[in-house]
């Protein structure tokens, strides 16, 4: 029950860009995901700040090469 | 409707560097500590300081606590309190060798001392040379703080509540805080948390302007509470200004751009800080271009189909160097401006940064207010920090690297203090009878709301309101007029209706609670504003451009009940040294 509402709870970040970035995500792509990247996207949600904006900028890989698929819809939202 | 109770020896709302390191203190020294996050604590706007934090180590150069107080009182533009800001530079160094022993990695020298890097407005030998004064972990000074600190909370055993929300204070009838009401989301349950001292670390509250730097948690939650529990909300006309973030987004835009060669054009095509600063031009100081683009604006001359910000034109640098040198910059711009700047120049307008205002204290972090006979009255059991307190060290104008510092000595300070209070208070006093009723009405009525408005409508035409007639630059009409308009959000924010009622996780009825908090700040800052006719700091008068130390050598405190004004003088007097007469405050 209200997994939307707490998904784009945790969205809510320290950095403005991530803000931003992660709400467009979630208004395009949150609701065709499967549960598999369901999973990635909580995994990616639980990084640090700057970690995940590292990875969404380029500027840092996963080490888990399975975030891939939702890491690109956050690099292009 | 019984409400579930909890007692502790302290609660702290926020848990960002301030909350964070007063927890530590309190938990470390035994006490039983709770800590109400809305977001998980490592993700607090601490994480977005980059700059570092200000220490007179004298690593790199020599340096001098003492210096650093005069670039403080100085860049405050005389309104910082002198015996705070004695307090925070003198015990600046203590507290980084603290933070080193707790493990945050500090860049090193290669002699293995903290590195230290020059940083705006610090000098050497009271207004000298370039002082090297802001120690650094990389530009993530801020991340590796709280993460340090947060660490060490959990060893020492505080309790976090997380995805909490504060609702509002419990004060008894003589005026003392005993705890706050809050809201679990993942339940929806309200629940009293009593506490012998009551800490608020609630950060900032950029949201209330449409251009801001702020992360969508920094709603003044703290401003919020204390305001409508009778505390008065002190200098919240002073809000620091960047002058390029990016239009519609807030996300900032670095100076570097402009130290790189890049310039900013209004809609003629015309470089216009030429008339402003004909020789400094686009690297003139922040607060006159920020203020040089609002004039563009308000005169016609911005771009856009609403006239309504300036461009930052860099294609002129060519892909080379703006691939080399500022390629952060370029990815800003394409995902948040959607444009690239090797082609297009990048939409900017000034944008909100910084809240120097807040719940008044003093350097114990105790909160004061003029509720029983003097100006100043310690609110027993009531203690603020951070962002949220106004202390002051920051006055007008905050120095960068100062806020990192802030939150870290008063953060410890107020931990000190409480462990203090509550070896002569050791028991919790009993809760009056209705300490939870003004809570739930304001709750039953937005549960009740026929026919109201929805609260995202709300929140723009508030946020449109602030940035439109209280932004970087005031004029007397717009700011009389604001303080009508204001008033009329305020009226409408207390009809909003949410379409959800129900309990489990409803982020629309926080999100309505989190406006009720934008709405005292926005009042507050708007009032507070259209009362001071003087430019000082942060706060520039188009009608009344000069500092009047004369009639304005004093605090702004700001009454919610009926959105009155008083003021209290400046603490000319430091603790041990010789006060900082006001100057001329030229760089």
Request: glycine share 8%; charged share 25%.
């Amino acid at each position: 029950m209200k997994e939307l509402e707490r998904a784009r709870w945790r969205c809510r970040r320290g950095l403005l860009e991530l803000d931003i970035v992660l709400q467009r995500f979630m208004d395009k792509h949150y609701q065709q995901l499967s549960e598999t990247e369901l999973q990635q996207l909580a995994t990616l949600l639980d990084l640090s700040d700057n970690d995940l904006w590292d990875m969404i900028t380029t500027r840092k890989e996963p080490e888990d090469a399975s975030l891939w698929p939702v890491l690109r819809l956050l690099q292009a939202a | 409707m019984a409400i579930a109770r909890r007692k502790f020896d302290a609660v702290i709302i926020g848990a960002g560097g301030a909350g964070m390191r007063a927890a530590l203190q309190l938990s470390e020294a035994g006490l039983k500590v709770a800590v109400l996050s809305k977001v998980f604590p490592t993700r607090s706007h601490t994480v977005a300081a980059q700059g570092g934090i200000a220490a007179a180590l004298g690593n790199v150069t020599e340096d001098n606590w003492h210096w650093h107080m005069y670039d403080t009182v100085k860049g405050s533009d005389y309104l910082g309190d002198q015996d705070a800001i004695e307090f925070m530079c003198r015990q600046a160094n203590e507290v980084v060798y603290e933070l080193e022993h707790f493990g945050m990695p500090f860049d090193r020298l290669e002699n293995g001392k903290i590195y230290q890097r020059p940083f705006g407005g610090q000098s050497q030998n009271f207004g000298g040379a370039q002082a090297t004064r802001s120690c650094a972990a990389a530009d993530r000074t801020g991340h590796a703080m709280l993460h340090t600190l947060y660490q060490r909370n959990v060893r020492a055993n505080t309790q976090f509540f997380i995805e909490w929300m504060g609702l509002d204070l419990i004060r008894d009838e003589q005026g003392d805080v005993l705890g706050v009401t809050a809201l679990e989301m993942e339940t929806g349950e309200v629940m009293v948390l009593q506490a012998k001292a009551t800490l608020f670390a609630t950060g900032g509250a950029g949201r209330i302007f449409h251009a801001s730097t702020n992360a969508f948690i920094n709603t003044g939650d703290g401003l919020g509470m204390a305001a409508r529990a009778g505390i008065p909300l002190e200098d919240m006309e002073f809000w620091q200004f960047h002058p390029t973030g990016v239009y519609g987004v807030g996300v900032l835009i670095s100076e570097a751009v402009r130290g790189e060669g890049g310039y900013l054009l209004n809609k003629d095509g015309e470089r216009f800080m030429q008339r402003y600063a004909p020789h400094a031009k686009d690297l003139a100081s922040r607060d006159v271009v920020s203020r040089a683009l609002t004039t563009e604006i308000k005169e016609g001359r911005g771009c856009g189909k609403d006239a309504d910000h300036l461009l930052l034109k860099l294609d002129h640098l060519g892909a080379d160097v703006i691939n080399m040198r500022l390629p952060g910059i370029r990815e800003i711009a394409i995902k948040f401006a959607q444009v690239d700047p090797i082609n297009e120049p990048i939409p900017v307008v000034p944008t909100a940064h910084y809240m120097m205002g807040g719940i008044p204290t003093n350097f114990h972090g105790q909160v004061v207010a003029p509720y029983k006979t003097g100006p100043e009255e310690v609110v027993q059991g009531f203690y603020a920090v951070g962002e949220c307190a106004c202390v002051s060290v920051h006055g007008a104008n905050r120095l960068g690297t100062n806020s990192l510092l802030d939150i870290i000595v008063f953060g410890r300070a107020a931990g000190n203090r409480i462990i203090e209070d509550l070896k002569k208070n050791p028991h919790h006093k009993p809760l009056p009878a209705d300490a939870t009723d003004k809570v739930l009405a304001r709750l039953a009525r937005l549960e009740n709301q026929k026919g109201g408005e929805n609260v995202a409508q709300v929140g723009t035409a508030l946020r449109k309101t602030m940035q439109a007639h209280c932004g970087v630059f005031r004029f007397a009409d717009m700011l009389k007029q604001g303080v009508s308009r204001i008033g009329e959000v305020a009226e409408r924010a207390a009809q909003t209706e949410i379409g959800d009622k129900s309990r489990v996780f409803n982020t629309a009825r926080i999100e309505a609670l989190e406006l009720d908090n934008l709405v005292e700040v926005a009042l507050a800052t708007m009032v507070s504003a259209e009362a001071r006719n003087e430019s000082r700091g942060a706060h520039a008068r188009d009608d009344f451009p000069q500092r009047d130390d004369d009639k304005w050598l004093k605090h702004t405190l700001y009454f919610s009940a009926d959105r009155r004004l008083d003021y209290k003088p400046v603490r000319l007097k430091p603790l041990t040294v010789e006060s900082f007469p006001p100057k001329p405050r030229v760089y």
